[in-house]
């Protein structure tokens, strides 16, 4: 069942993403990073510690992947996603007390500029890990 968050955005649920073997992966690669670190370091330092994880896993990765973007074919910026995991996956990294409404925005903004339908917010700076999946927003809505 989908729900509305209160910015009006469509939270998808975790039995409508794909890739679940995969996500289910990173997620467990993640709690182990956690469980290992525990919270109150840099988003830089668990990126760098999942990657290590994700290559003990043999788990595919481009770490800050950059991503040109265009407006009406000309060049207007570029993206920089924390990770792309098997070409598939976005995985945004926060150490932040909450999770705001706009990592949820920039999560699908970067999976829509690399064309794909899933991704994962995780939170390493709560106690427990927080995880989020994110789901492509396919629906037209005028603003």
Same mark, same amino acid.
């Given at each position: 069942?989908?729900?509305? !968050? /209160?910015?009006?955005?469509? #939270?998808?649920?975790?039995? @409508?993403?794909? +890739?679940?073997?995969?996500?289910?992966?990173?997620?467990?690669?993640?709690?182990?990073? +956690?469980?290992?670190?525990?919270?109150?370091?840099? #988003?830089?330092?668990?990126?760098?510690?999942?990657?290590? #994880?994700?290559?003990?896993?043999?788990?595919?990765?481009?770490?800050?992947?950059?991503?040109?973007?265009?407006?009406?074919? +000309?060049?207007?910026?570029? +993206?920089? *996603?924390?990770?792309?995991?098997?070409?598939? *996956?976005?995985?945004?990294? /926060?150490?932040? /007390?909450?999770? @705001?409404?706009?990592?949820?925005?920039?999560?699908?903004?970067?999976? /829509?500029?690399?064309?794909? @339908?899933?991704?994962?917010?995780?939170?390493?700076? !709560?106690?427990?890990?927080?995880?989020k999946r994110v789901g492509r927003e396919l629906r037209n809505t005028a603003s």
């Amino acid at each position: 069942m989908n729900s509305l !968050s /209160k910015s009006g955005t469509q #939270e998808i649920r975790n039995q @409508e993403l794909g +890739h679940k073997d995969l996500s289910g992966q990173v997620i467990a690669a993640a709690i182990q990073v +956690h469980q290992t670190l525990g919270p109150g370091f840099l #988003e830089s330092i668990y990126e760098a510690a999942l990657c290590i #994880e994700l290559d003990l896993r043999s788990i595919r990765y481009e770490r800050q992947k950059l991503v040109p973007l265009s407006y009406r074919g +000309h060049p207007v910026g570029e +993206h920089r *996603l924390d990770l792309l995991v098997e070409g598939v *996956l976005v995985v945004e990294l /926060k150490a932040a /007390k909450t999770l @705001e409404d706009i990592f949820f925005a920039t999560t699908r903004s970067y999976m /829509k500029a690399v064309g794909v @339908e899933d991704g994962l917010i995780l939170n390493f700076a !709560s106690m427990p890990l927080t995880i989020k999946r994110v789901g492509r927003e396919l629906r037209n809505t005028a603003s």
